[in-house]
């Protein structure tokens, strides 16, 4: 841990780098093997874990951030006339679900709405049946949240009103795409302002409910793109202009639909969907300073975004920006991706991975199933999934509920750069930055470092000054603000590992001539970025350094696909050797075999250190699964943070690691992600993996009195070196948490 004390005591120390490094003959190639592709076997300095947190009495907390297991039976029009509303109850109860989501809607109304334009859904006939849903819950202590969707309506509303419609630039109005007969509304227009207050007001007026949710609003994954007539006097859409109006927009609805959730009751609130994870469209900044539910639609894996570990990315998003408060992630039973059945369960193992993931990452339950034809569905399979998972999930609500991440990493998340960066020509944009955000977070993975996303608005040095470094995965997007918050950090000693773009645009995309950030990485640009055609440019390592420890018997490493060329440096590590043919073979050899173009930039600031890659390579290595890509950025992250760690874990196989300090001590979640479809697909089974070595140094006063198992359900003997922890776990499955209690 960093703060101004410590950075006090490191920085009049020395800096021994206490691994021994491989020497390394530049010139000639030595017999040696070439270097493994696995990146294990070293150990990390163990920094004590901070003082813990004072308790606090849960009672005294808002309702909501009690709430651990989330219910949701999305209602279609059809249910009222087949539903077992007793059976529904009864199942969500006996899960042991403390709250649950009921339809009101917007499109159609399932209760007898006299809010002009909410159509009755045509089952309803007459019948309350939002009412009757209530009540079942309310009698068995569920508390309710009153879901509405404000994004579509008919077309007797567009007759009268045909301001509400978002329109095409030719005029035309814009409709659902699966069903032509619904009208898209505008969230600028007073359908906003007008039709949703009144349907708050009406089942404020008739029921007791906790809060009140809105699906289809706001957008999460980009932009509306609307030319109404309010809209076309709006900047562009996916402009940063017309991103803080469209912010401003959602701030005032959000604020005006929270007031009137609270008209009837104090505690109650208003909340919507917020996933999109770091490509979320509203300012989460901003939004979840007044958000007190973050409800992370995100749901499953899709074709296009299939690494398994969506859950969890969402998760760290969330723990980004709630700073406690309540989030949950959406898991569907029922079967998500690009092609999908709404009514169909997944495969058990996704879904429980799914809740895995919920968990390890710091958010609440939350499943979620499509219709209940047939009284509680056709297709029940789901429901012993979710409910033996809730059961179990209920015996360890004290340790599964985190308080704060121990994490020593910080990775920025630049929402910016996530929506507007252009990226170079080779990619489309959208998907370049998510394959940046996967590079990033397979290497920390493959490296099992414990690591929080910091959102690009919040580097202030209160909140960041806990992070021995931060990462910039190409953070083209900076702001002057940012970039002198990121070098107040370096001040205190904090270190930094940047890539590609980073600083090359400010705030509202306008491109700098010089990286912002040049002063603090000793860069300076020497021309435009330089993509691939052929063979990618090559690193040739020039001296020896941490960064290359275990490379042996090559002079030349992979590069990335593009890179900035930046003018030369003294003494570099790694110069660059321009791309060139690839085919013909006979072409595929380096006009230019050594340059002065640094291929890597390294400085060392007192106890701060900073490292800067000209190249895409975090990405690269998403795009190429190259071992030297990921062993180059392993040895850098642990050149920068002096091999500090806070939890360490030693064993075979691919997981994904969370450390937390909780109420009764400490939770370190491992998720087995060793498995045929960690990268594509959905599970179908756990491939087990073998023991697990712990090792965490607990803070000056704290005694381990017991550590166990949650999903093994077992307690395992520990052992104590001083003040350090150590413990084996046997074997992981699919998930385990090994529970930490102290005294
Ligand atoms: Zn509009």
Same mark, same amino acid.
């Given at each position: ?613 000209? *190249?895409?390579? =975090?990405?690269?290595? $998403?795009? !190429?699964?190259? #071992?030297?890509?990921?062993? /180059? @950025?392993?040895? %850098? ?15 075979? *196989?691919?997981? =994904?690691?969370?450390? $937390?300090? !909780?109420?009764? #001590?400490?939770?370190?979640? /491992? @998720?087995?992600? %060793? ?33 166990? @198992? ?34």
């Amino acid at each position: 841990m960093l703060n101004r004390r410590t950075f006090l005591k490191t920085s009049a120390a020395s800096l021994p780098l206490t691994s021994a490094i491989q020497a390394l003959n530049p010139v000639g190639i030595s017999a040696e093997a070439p270097a493994d592709v696995a990146v294990t076997g070293t150990t990390p300095k163990l920094i004590p874990l901070p003082a813990r947190l004072a308790r606090v009495d849960p009672s005294t907390l808002p309702w909501q951030e009690n709430i651990r297991r989330v219910g949701q039976s999305n209602m279609t029009e059809h249910d009222p006339a087949v539903m077992n509303i007793e059976e529904w109850a009864d199942y969500w109860h006996s899960a042991g679900a403390d709250v649950v989501f009921i339809s009101v809607t917007g499109i159609l109304a399932f209760y007898p709405s006299k809010v002009r334009f909410h159509r009755h859904g045509k089952f309803l006939n007459g019948r309350d049946f939002f009412g009757e849903c209530v009540a079942a819950a309310r009698k068995r202590g569920m508390r309710v949240v009153a879901r509405m969707s404000p994004d579509l309506n008919w077309d007797d509303a567009l007759d009268a009103h045909p301001e509400w419609a978002m329109r095409d630039a030719d005029g035309s109005v814009l409709r659902n795409d699966e069903d032509s007969r619904l009208f898209q509304t505008c969230m600028f227009t007073s359908y906003m302002d007008e039709y949703v207050p009144a349907i708050m007001r009406e089942i404020n007026s008739l029921y007791d409910v906790d809060c009140f949710y809105t699906n289809g609003w706001p957008p999460i994954g980009s932009l509306p793109n609307c030319h109404c007539a309010i809209c076309s006097k709006l900047p562009r859409s996916n402009t940063t202009a017309y991103w803080h109006a469209f912010n401003d927009r959602v701030l005032e609805l959000w604020h005006m639909y929270d007031a009137i959730a609270k008209e009837k009751k104090p505690d109650s609130f208003y909340f919507a969907n917020l996933g999109g994870n770091v490509r979320c469209g509203p300012n989460l900044d901003r939004l979840c300073k007044t958000a007190v539910w973050f409800q992370a639609d995100n749901q499953g894996r899709t074709s296009d975004d299939p690494a398994v570990w969506g859950c969890s990315l969402q998760g760290r998003v969330c723990n980004a920006m709630m700073d406690g408060k309540f989030a949950a992630n959406v898991t569907a039973a029922y079967s998500t991706g690009t092609v999908r059945w709404r009514n169909a369960s997944k495969n058990p193992a996704e879904a429980r991975m799914w809740l895995n993931e919920t968990l390890a990452s710091g958010m609440a339950l939350y499943y979620h199933f499509i219709g209940s034809e047939a009284g509680f569905g056709e297709d029940r399979r789901w429901q012993k999934v979710g409910s033996d998972y809730f059961q179990w999930a209920k015996k360890y609500d004290a340790h599964l509920k985190p308080r704060r991440s121990l994490a020593n990493i910080g990775v920025i998340m630049g929402q910016s750069t996530q929506l507007f960066y252009p990226a170079p020509a080779a990619a489309h944009a959208r998907d370049y930055m998510r394959e940046t955000t996967q590079g990033m977070y397979a290497t920390l993975l493959n490296g099992r470092f414990a690591f929080d996303f910091v959102h690009e608005d919040r580097l202030d040095l209160e909140r960041i000054s806990k992070y021995r470094a931060l990462l910039l995965p190409n953070i083209s997007m900076l702001s002057d603000r940012q970039c002198q918050q990121i070098r107040d950090y370096v001040r205190v000693g904090g270190s930094i590992m940047a890539s590609f773009e980073t600083g090359l645009y400010d705030e509202n995309l306008q491109r700098r001539e010089e990286f912002a950030l040049a002063d603090l990485l000793g860069i300076s640009k020497a021309g435009d970025v330089i993509g691939t055609n052929g063979n990618a440019y090559y690193g040739r390592i020039e001296r020896s350094h941490p960064i290359l420890e275990g490379f042996s018997n090559t002079n030349w490493l992979p590069g990335a696909q593009n890179r900035v060329p930046v003018k030369s440096v003294p003494d570099p590590v790694l110069t660059v050797i321009p791309g060139f043919v690839a085919y013909p073979p006979e072409l595929a050899y380096p006009p230019a075999s050594h340059t002065d173009e640094p291929a890597v930039v390294l400085r060392e600031v007192a106890s701060s250190r900073l490292a800067y890659f000209p *190249g895409d390579i =975090e990405r690269t290595f $998403w795009l !190429t699964g190259h #071992g030297d890509l990921l062993r /180059l @950025l392993h040895n %850098t992250i642990r050149w920068i943070t002096q091999d500090e760690a806070v939890v360490h874990v030693d064993g075979d *196989g691919l997981l =994904e690691l969370f450390a $937390w300090e !909780t109420t009764p #001590g400490y939770a370190v979640h /491992l @998720l087995n992600y %060793t498995n045929p479809n960690a990268h594509h697909g959905w599970l179908s089974t756990a491939y087990p993996l073998g023991p697990q070595n712990v090792s965490m140094t607990l803070p000056n006063g704290v005694k381990a009195k017991a550590v166990d @198992l949650l999903r093994s359900d077992k307690t395992i003997p520990f052992r104590l070196e001083g003040s350090v922890l150590r413990f084996t776990i046997p074997r992981v499955d699919d998930y385990e948490i090994a529970a930490v209690t102290v005294g």
